[in-house]
């Protein structure tokens, strides 16, 4: 039989089953709140015909970040990873050593945001840590301001993370930093300098539409080529497009299933009645 005598298939194969993919697979990754550009419509190819062949179908994601989300990723030393040489951000100090100047978001509690997400829960500011920042950072000199300020200063925590396990993990790791780390501290771990809100600034944006106000609250890290720390840990992978598969696989059964049968009712009637 010729392709052109399965005109419902292709055409479930160029638009139905594509789109039902696309909002299954978007839907899937919308638990993961960080996804951004991962989600939207512009992140997906449809491609139809598959490698030439009018009865194949495939979607893919192409965001840049899409294989880190699906498979994850071991720990790794941030520093000993980046092209530093490569890197347009990347600034030098006169010494000579190169280093990137890292902000932090910190959202606002979840009742005076209007609600939660993973990613808001993860890097949410406790509510008198907020109120300190209400009251510090809105250009007053009282002593009630100063007092807020030196409250952020000292609330949250310094990360501390094991270095040996990290070098084990990470082939990039520099030697030469386990040794000078562990120089430093006195013990193969790392300290932050500054603690979670230590430096938090307020930035207040207005939006042009409707003039209303809001503020963003950030922090800002120095990450330098031969930094002791910065590691990344390991992340084992969100699945999600295994997990699309699962969900639309008897959906797609069913689209296949019925445009076939429309296809060769087709053959049939068009065959039955050349004979009579």
């Known amino acids: 039989m010729a392709l052109e005598e399965f005109p419902h298939l292709k055409a479930a194969l160029a638009g139905p089953i594509p789109d039902l993919i696309v909002a299954e697979w978007s ?3 919308q638990e993961h709140s960080a996804t951004g550009f991962y989600r939207s419509n512009l992140a997906f190819s449809r491609m139809y015909p598959y490698r030439g062949n009018e009865l194949a179908a495939a979607v893919a994601n192409t965001a840049p970040y899409a294989k880190v989300l699906e498979d994850g990723h071991g720990g790794y030393h941030l520093p000993s990873h980046i092209k530093w040489g490569e890197s347009a951000r990347a600034k030098t100090t006169k010494d000579g050593r190169r280093y990137l100047t890292i902000p932090f978001r910190h959202f606002t509690p979840g009742a005076a945001a ?5 990613r808001r829960m993860a890097a949410m500011m406790p509510q008198d840590v907020y109120r ?11 002593k009630r301001a100063q007092a807020a300020l030196g409250r952020l200063a000292q609330a949250g925590t310094r990360l501390s993370r094991p270095y040996g396990h990290h070098a084990r993990t990470d082939a990039r790791f520099p030697p030469a930093l386990l040794q000078r780390a562990i120089k430093q501290e006195g013990k193969p771990g790392y300290t932050w300098r500054s603690r979670t809100y230590e430096g938090l600034r307020r930035y207040e ?13 950030l922090t800002f890290r120095t990450l330098t080529e031969d930094s002791v720390g910065w590691y990344i840990p390991p992340h084992p992978g969100y699945q999600f497009a295994a997990r699309t598969v699962e969900r639309v696989r008897e959906q797609l059964r069913t689209i296949v299933a019925e445009a076939a049968r429309e296809d060769v009712v087709n053959l049939v009637t068009i065959h039955l009645g050349g004979r009579q």
């Not at 209007?114 to 993973?118: A, H, Q, V």
């Open 27 to 29: 839907e899937v990754a």
């Open 114 to 118: 209007g609600g939660l997400s993973t």
């Open 132 to 142: 300190d920042a209400l009251t510090a950072l809105r250009g007053e000199r009282t």
């Open 205 to 217: 944006q207005r939006n042009p539409l409707t003039g209303s106000k809001s503020s963003t609250y």
